[in-house]
C-alpha cells in the first residue's frame, strides 16, 4: 500500500517538463530516451545553472583574490558540501571531485594500491563488474605482483555471496565490487559484504554509478571505505563525479597525480602535499560540471524521491513482464533485486539491429557489451540491447518499445 500512495504522489508529466530533450522528435516520432545507464538528461535547472556560471561566474577557484575567484570558488565548495549531505558523509573534505566514476576508481587504485597491496597480495572483484572497476584494479595488480580473485555470479545474474566469504583471507587487500550492475540492473547486497570484508580488516571500494540516480544512498550506514559515482548518471554534465573515502584512509594514502592546487610547497629538492581533498585535486579542476552536479543534487532535492523511485520500480516490473510475454525474448539478468536495467537477447537478431530498427521508431537504448564483456561471456551472448529506465519514463515509453520489438521480429521473420 506504501507503494501505491508515493506514486500517486508522483507527477511524471509534470517532471517530464523539467526535462527540455524529452520533448524532441527523432525520425518524426517522440524521443523515448531509455538508455539512462549510459547517460541521463538534464534538467533546467542544471542548464540554467551553467549558463549562469558561464555568463557571470567563471574563474580559476582557490587561489585567486579577485572577485570572480571567490565566488567560483565558494560555489565550487558549496556543491561539495551538497554532495556529503546527498551520501551522508561525515565531512566534506572526503568528497573528492573528478570526472566521472572511471577516475574515482583510478584514484582509489593507484593512491591506495601503490601503498598497501604488494607481492602475493589479493584483490576482489566480482564477476559483473564494469571494466571500469575491472582494468584499474587489473594494472595496480600486474604493477604490484598482486592476485585478481573473482566473485562468481549465478544464472539470474546474482553474486555467489558464499564464495565470496571463501575468498576473504590475510592476504586481500581490496574488494572492489558494484552497487548497482550497469549490465543486469542487479542490487548487490552491499551493506553485508562491506561488513564481512571489515571482519577480516579489509576495505571495500564500491562503484556507485548506477546506484545514486536510483537509491537511497548512505555511506556511513554502509560503512564504505570508498565510494565513487559520475555525475552524468544521475542529471548532472558530464566531466563530474565523486570519489568519497574514509578520512582515516585519505590521509595514509599518497596522491597519484601531480600539479597546482594539490602541493603545500615545491622546491625542487622536495614537495610537501595540501590536505585533503586538495591532496587528490590536481590542477584546475572540472569547475563548471562539479557546480552542475550541486545543481542536480538541488534538482533531486526539490523533487519527491521516494515517490520517484517507486514509479521507476513499478515501471521496471511493468517493463519486465511486458518484455517476458514476447515470444523470442529473452531476458539476461532476473535477479530478486533489480534497479533501473533490463537486459535483452532476440533469437536470431543482433543487439546492433534492435537498435538501430528501434532509432528508427525515436526509441534510445543501448546495444553491445556495455563495458561489462565478462558478463556477455558468463551469458555467452555477444551484447544484449539494454532499455534503463529514469523516473521521467512512462508506461507509454515502455508500451511503445514493446510494440516497436514486434516489428523487429517481423522484419526478421
Given at each position: 500500500?506504501?507503494?501505491?500512495?508515493?506514486?500517486?504522489?508522483?507527477?511524471?508529466?509534470?517532471?517530464?517538463?523539467?526535462?527540455?530533450?524529452?520533448?524532441?522528435?527523432?525520425?518524426?516520432?517522440?524521443?523515448?530516451?531509455?538508455?539512462?545507464?549510459?547517460?541521463?538528461?538534464?534538467?533546467?535547472?542544471?542548464?540554467?545553472?551553467?549558463?549562469?556560471?558561464?555568463?557571470?561566474?567563471?574563474?580559476?577557484?582557490?587561489?585567486?583574490?579577485?572577485?570572480?575567484?571567490?565566488?567560483?570558488?565558494?560555489?565550487?565548495?558549496?556543491?561539495?558540501?551538497?554532495?556529503?549531505?546527498?551520501?551522508?558523509?561525515?565531512?566534506?573534505?572526503?568528497?573528492?571531485?573528478?570526472?566521472?566514476?572511471?577516475?574515482?576508481?583510478?584514484?582509489?587504485?593507484?593512491?591506495?594500491?601503490?601503498?598497501?597491496?604488494?607481492?602475493?597480495?589479493?584483490?576482489?572483484?566480482?564477476?559483473?563488474?564494469?571494466?571500469?572497476?575491472?582494468?584499474?584494479?587489473?594494472?595496480?595488480?600486474?604493477?604490484?605482483?598482486?592476485?585478481?580473485?573473482?566473485?562468481?555470479?549465478?544464472?539470474?545474474?546474482?553474486?555467489?555471496?558464499?564464495?565470496?566469504?571463501?575468498?576473504?583471507?590475510?592476504?586481500?587487500?581490496?574488494?572492489?565490487?558494484?552497487?548497482?550492475?550497469?549490465?543486469?540492473?542487479?542490487?548487490?547486497?552491499?551493506?553485508?559484504?562491506?561488513?564481512?570484508?571489515?571482519?577480516?580488516?579489509?576495505?571495500?571500494?564500491?562503484?556507485?554509478?548506477?546506484?545514486?540516480?536510483?537509491?537511497?544512498?548512505?555511506?556511513?550506514?554502509?560503512?564504505?571505505?570508498?565510494?565513487?559515482?559520475?555525475?552524468?548518471?544521475?542529471?548532472?554534465?558530464?566531466?563530474?563525479?565523486?570519489?568519497?573515502?574514509?578520512?582515516?584512509?585519505?590521509?595514509?594514502?599518497?596522491?597519484?597525480?601531480?600539479?597546482?592546487?594539490?602541493?603545500?610547497?615545491?622546491?625542487?629538492?622536495?614537495?610537501?602535499?595540501?590536505?585533503?581533498?586538495?591532496?587528490?585535486?590536481?590542477?584546475?579542476?572540472?569547475?563548471?560540471?562539479?557546480?552542475?552536479?550541486?545543481?542536480?543534487?538541488?534538482?533531486?532535492?526539490?523533487?519527491?524521491?521516494?515517490?520517484?523511485?517507486?514509479?521507476?520500480?513499478?515501471?521496471?516490473?511493468?517493463?519486465?513482464?511486458?518484455?517476458?510475454?514476447?515470444?523470442?525474448?529473452?531476458?539476461?539478468?532476473?535477479?530478486?533485486?533489480?534497479?533501473?536495467?533490463?537486459?535483452?537477447?532476440?533469437?536470431?537478431?543482433?543487439?546492433?539491429?534492435?537498435?538501430?530498427?528501434?532509432?528508427?521508431?525515436?526509441?534510445?537504448?543501448?546495444?553491445?557489451?556495455?563495458c561489462a564483456q565478462p558478463v556477455m561471456q558468463f551469458y555467452d551472448v555477444p551484447a544484449?540491447?539494454?532499455?534503463?529506465?529514469?523516473?521521467?519514463?512512462?508506461?507509454?515509453?515502455?508500451?511503445?518499445?514493446?510494440?516497436?520489438?514486434?516489428?523487429?521480429?517481423?522484419?526478421?521473420?
Amino acid at each position: 500500500m506504501k507503494a501505491v500512495k508515493e506514486m500517486s504522489s508522483f507527477d511524471v508529466e509534470k517532471i517530464r517538463k523539467d526535462f527540455p530533450v524529452l520533448s524532441q522528435t527523432v525520425n518524426g516520432k517522440p524521443l523515448r530516451y531509455l538508455d539512462n545507464a549510459a547517460s541521463s538528461q538534464v534538467p533546467n535547472l542544471v542548464i540554467e545553472r551553467g549558463a549562469e556560471y558561464l555568463k557571470k561566474e567563471h574563474s580559476n577557484v582557490h587561489r585567486g583574490v579577485h572577485y570572480l575567484s571567490q565566488k567560483a570558488t565558494t560555489e565550487y565548495e558549496a556543491a561539495r558540501e551538497k554532495v556529503r549531505k546527498f551520501i551522508n558523509a561525515k565531512e566534506a573534505k572526503e568528497c573528492i571531485f573528478v570526472r566521472g566514476c572511471t577516475e574515482g576508481v583510478n584514484l582509489v587504485a593507484n593512491a591506495y594500491g601503490r601503498k598497501f597491496i604488494n607481492e602475493g597480495d589479493e584483490i576482489i572483484l566480482s564477476q559483473m563488474e564494469h571494466h571500469s572497476n575491472i582494468v584499474p584494479w587489473q594494472m595496480i595488480a600486474e604493477e604490484r605482483g598482486a592476485k585478481i580473485r573473482v566473485i562468481p555470479m549465478n544464472e539470474a545474474g546474482e553474486l555467489i555471496i558464499d564464495e565470496y566469504e571463501n575468498m576473504l583471507n590475510e592476504r586481500t587487500k581490496m574488494v572492489a565490487v558494484a552497487h548497482i550492475s550497469n549490465s543486469l540492473g542487479t542490487i548487490n547486497p552491499l551493506k553485508s559484504m562491506i561488513e564481512t570484508a571489515h571482519k577480516f580488516g579489509v576495505p571495500v571500494c564500491v562503484d556507485g554509478a548506477q546506484a545514486v540516480p536510483h537509491i537511497r544512498v548512505d555511506v556511513q550506514d554502509l560503512d564504505a571505505d570508498f565510494y565513487v559515482f559520475s555525475g552524468h548518471k544521475m542529471f548532472a554534465p558530464t566531466g563530474s563525479g565523486v570519489c568519497y573515502g574514509k578520512r582515516e584512509w585519505l590521509e595514509k594514502m599518497d596522491s597519484y597525480q601531480g600539479g597546482g592546487s594539490m602541493i603545500y610547497t615545491v622546491t625542487f629538492e622536495k614537495t610537501t602535499y595540501a590536505p585533503i581533498p586538495e591532496k587528490f585535486e590536481a590542477g584546475t579542476p572540472a569547475i563548471a560540471p562539479s557546480i552542475g552536479l550541486g545543481a542536480a543534487i538541488d534538482y533531486l532535492n526539490s523533487i519527491d524521491l521516494d515517490a520517484a523511485f517507486a514509479h521507476e520500480h513499478e515501471l521496471l516490473e511493468y517493463a519486465t513482464e511486458k518484455l517476458s510475454k514476447i515470444e523470442g525474448v529473452k531476458l539476461i539478468g532476473t535477479a530478486k533485486e533489480k534497479a533501473s536495467v533490463i537486459s535483452f537477447t532476440l533469437e536470431n537478431v543482433h543487439p546492433h539491429d534492435i537498435g538501430t530498427i528501434l532509432d528508427q521508431e525515436g526509441i534510445a537504448i543501448r546495444a553491445g557489451h556495455h563495458c561489462a564483456q565478462p558478463v556477455m561471456q558468463f551469458y555467452d551472448v555477444p551484447a544484449t540491447a539494454r532499455a534503463s529506465l529514469a523516473f521521467y519514463n512512462t508506461k507509454e515509453d515502455v508500451d511503445v518499445l514493446c510494440d516497436s520489438i514486434q516489428k523487429v521480429i517481423d522484419v526478421f521473420a
